[in-house]
């Protein structure tokens, strides 16, 4: 086969059918979830002001420095590709005044986000998240509850025991200040064993010298001061309660003092779900609270708290577990038909089959039996249904079961009924989910 004449741009990638079962399942299980917590959802441009992202993200980021899309429109205004959820969902809770609504706000989205980063296994520069924030509320329990949420929905896509939970705290705004100087105190002199992105960072945003991946800079992060030395009371309490909160729920976490995460935004808790295979370097989700974001935006001082995953390696990691959600495009049956007069019939039943919920597939063409025979076949149908000008003269229909290979002669009459009676009114629809 040649070369196509055009392939997707490097780092994007068309979601194909057989992935989509797995979309399609994520997002019945997010929404499932989100509905039941009292979640409600929202969508936010693909694109926004530049600033929206500057501000809050924090401009020594990686995902602001290097990372993100940015267009320019012909009045020369600066925008960018959304890189991540939470800057533009707090644009949009203060520009709509939802600060009027009940406290807390909960909101979730399903959104397709990007990044301009080299693209490899798990990191792409076009990807999905599933995501939620809750506005409005500094109680612990609330982070328990977002955490318990991701965790919760994690368990329902079957891949809950494969990830381990990582939580720490990086205390209040003022904490880190006084961390940060600690930190910088303590690099300076060792700049030589830094690898090149770490030495930027120690000028730029220190915290971030704790989680690189390099190993010279893990020796390092690993004797760096703790935070634990600078951390107020109340961030020590609010620490505390949640880790009571979790452990009540079940939840099980593994304190991560080396943990920061790498947006600007976050005070007090945050946590990452990480891969429990060695080697694998790609956190699933992560979120965390970020009560001084919204004041940073232009509005009043709100706590808030939050977290989102990536969808296309939520996938990966179900793939892993073997791991196959309910195909309901499967189809059930094939009418194959020969003939006109037969062929017009077979339109209507087509249609009758489909209105009681069915997946029906129609031999379209003039195709031979055998070839038709052998589509159905090919496209996995459970039964077909045969029709040729016999059987129309004599008011009948061939009922074939593709998978035990019999088939009968039955009334056209009474086929629909039948079908519905053999299948189910939907053959698919599953309770158990990804069990099925
Ligand atoms: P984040 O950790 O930057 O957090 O992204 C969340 C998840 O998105 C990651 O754990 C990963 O699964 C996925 N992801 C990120 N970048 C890529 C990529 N290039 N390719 C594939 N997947 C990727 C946030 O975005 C925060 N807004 C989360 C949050 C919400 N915090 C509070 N509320």
Not at 188 to 199: I, M, V
Not at 266 to 279: A, L, N, P, R
Not at 308 to 334: L, Q, S
Not at 352 to 381: E, F, H, I
Request: charge should be neutral.
């Amino acid at each position: 086969m040649s070369a196509p004449l055009y392939q997707s741009p490097k780092g994007v990638h068309d979601v194909l059918p057989d992935d989509h079962l797995y979309f399609s399942f994520i997002k019945k299980v997010v929404r499932h979830h989100c509905r039941r917590a009292g979640y409600r959802r929202i969508s936010t441009p693909i694109f926004e002001d530049i600033e929206v992202f500057t501000r809050s993200i924090g401009g020594t980021s990686d995902i602001v420095e290097k990372e993100m899309f940015t267009l320019e429109s012909k009045s020369g205004k600066k925008y960018a590709l959304k890189p991540e959820g939470t800057a533009g969902v707090v644009r949009a809770y203060l520009e709509h005044g939802m600060q009027q609504m009940p406290k807390p706000v909960e909101l979730y989205y399903i959104e397709p986000h990007f990044r301009y980063n080299r693209p490899q296994k798990g990191r792409y520069r076009q990807f999905h998240q599933f995501g939620c924030e809750v506005i409005g509320e500094s109680d612990p329990a609330v982070d328990a509850q977002v955490i318990y949420l991701a965790y919760r929905i994690n368990q329902d896509l079957g891949i809950a025991d494969r990830l381990s939970l990582q939580l720490n705290t990086i205390g209040s705004m003022e904490d880190r200040v006084k961390f940060k100087e600690d930190l910088i105190n303590f690099y300076t002199g060792k700049e030589r064993s830094l690898c090149e992105d770490c030495k930027r960072r120690m000028l730029e945003n220190p915290l971030r010298l704790l989680d690189c991946k390099e190993e010279d800079c893990q020796i390092l992060a690993s004797m760096a001061p703790k935070f634990e030395n600078v951390i107020c009371n109340e961030s020590k309490e609010h620490f505390e309660i949640l880790k009571e909160y979790l452990e009540e729920l079940n939840v099980p976490y593994e304190l991560n003092p080396l943990l920061v995460r790498g947006l600007d935004y976050y005070t007090h808790t945050v946590f990452e779900f990480w891969s429990k295979k060695e080697g694998s370097q790609n956190a699933t989700g992560g979120g965390g609270r970020y009560d001084g974001l919204i004041e940073i935006m232009g509005g009043q001082p709100t706590p808030a708290v939050g977290f989102a995953a990536g969808i296309e390696r939520t996938i990966e990691y179900m793939k892993e577990a073997g791991i196959r959600p309910p195909n309901k495009d499967a189809v059930a049956i094939f009418v194959a038909q020969l003939g006109l007069v037969a062929k017009k019939k077979s339109l209507t039943l087509i249609n009758k089959l489909r209105d009681q919920g069915l997946n029906v597939v129609g031999a379209v063409g003039k195709d031979s039996m055998k070839s038709q025979m052998g589509l159905a076949d090919r496209l996995g149908a459970q039964y077909s249904l045969i029709l040729g000008q016999i059987e129309v003269q004599e008011g009948t229909i061939i009922l074939r079961d593709m998978k035990k290979g019999s088939q009968e002669t039955v009334s056209y009459e009474g086929i629909v009924d039948k079908m519905v009676e053999l299948l189910g009114k939907n053959p698919l629809a599953n309770k158990k989910l990804w069990e099925e």
